[in-house]
């Protein structure tokens, strides 16, 4: 299961959506405090609809709390980073993958991104934009990880309790 790092979430509509992201590839969620939000906050349980009750997360009071109970291969995603994110060089297994990307504002802890420069990558945009938004930035590099790994756990067509692998086929026209 892929690992999906916020520190310091501000925005809940942002963190919604990449609940609802990790629950659509089956990766866990880890959050690292402060958040600018409750968690119990309606605008987060909007954007991640339904899908929260199926999300697998974690809190953490601080970073060095995750690092102390997290053990793998971690990459930071920040506009500061020299390389693009088709640079990273994947671990064996997506368990010990952590992606960790910073609060909305100011990013991830520029100290640890100074320590950590090799495993901090960035998405190429053009000199119009400082960075993407986050719920972007997550889906971006987490659906690119999966792909790396042939999508583990994921289906490539509609389930069958939704609209059903051949739904479309009743709006065939026959000749």
């Known amino acids: ?5 916020l520190f310091e979430p501000e925005i809940p509509q942002n963190t919604g959506n990449i609940m609802r992201t990790c629950v ?16 119990s906050d309606r605008t987060l349980k909007r954007s991640g609809l339904d899908y929260i009750e199926d999300l697998t ?6 970073y060095e709390e995750f690092v102390k109970k997290n053990k793998g291969t971690y990459y930071f995603l920040s506009r500061y980073g020299k390389q693009s994110y088709e ?14 990307f910073g609060k909305e504002s100011t990013g991830f802890d520029k100290k640890v991104l ?3 420069l090799s495993h901090t990558f960035r998405i190429p ?3 119009k934009v400082r960075s993407i938004n986050l719920s972007n930035a997550v889906a971006i590099v987490a659906f690119n990880a999966m792909r790396q790994y042939g999508f583990p756990g994921c289906i490539d067509h509609e ?17």
């Not at 659509?24 to 968690?39: D, K, V, Y």
């Not at 997360?57 to 601080?62: E, G, R, S």
């Not at 389930?159 to 000749?175: A, H, I, N, R, V």
Request: charged share 20%.
């Open 87 to 100: 640079g990273i060089s994947y671990p064996s297994s997506i368990e010990s993958l952590y992606l960790l």
């Open 114 to 116: 100074a320590a950590n």
């Open 24 to 39: 659509a590839i089956g990766a866990t969620l880890h959050l690292i405090e402060p958040f600018g939000f409750e968690l």
């Open 57 to 62: 997360f974690h809190t953490y009071k601080n």
């Open 159 to 175: 389930p069958e309790s939704m609209k059903g692998k051949d739904f479309l086929d009743q709006f065939k026209e026959t000749t």
């Open 125 to 127: 945009t053009t000199d």
């Open 1 to 5: 299961m892929l690992n999906i790092v």
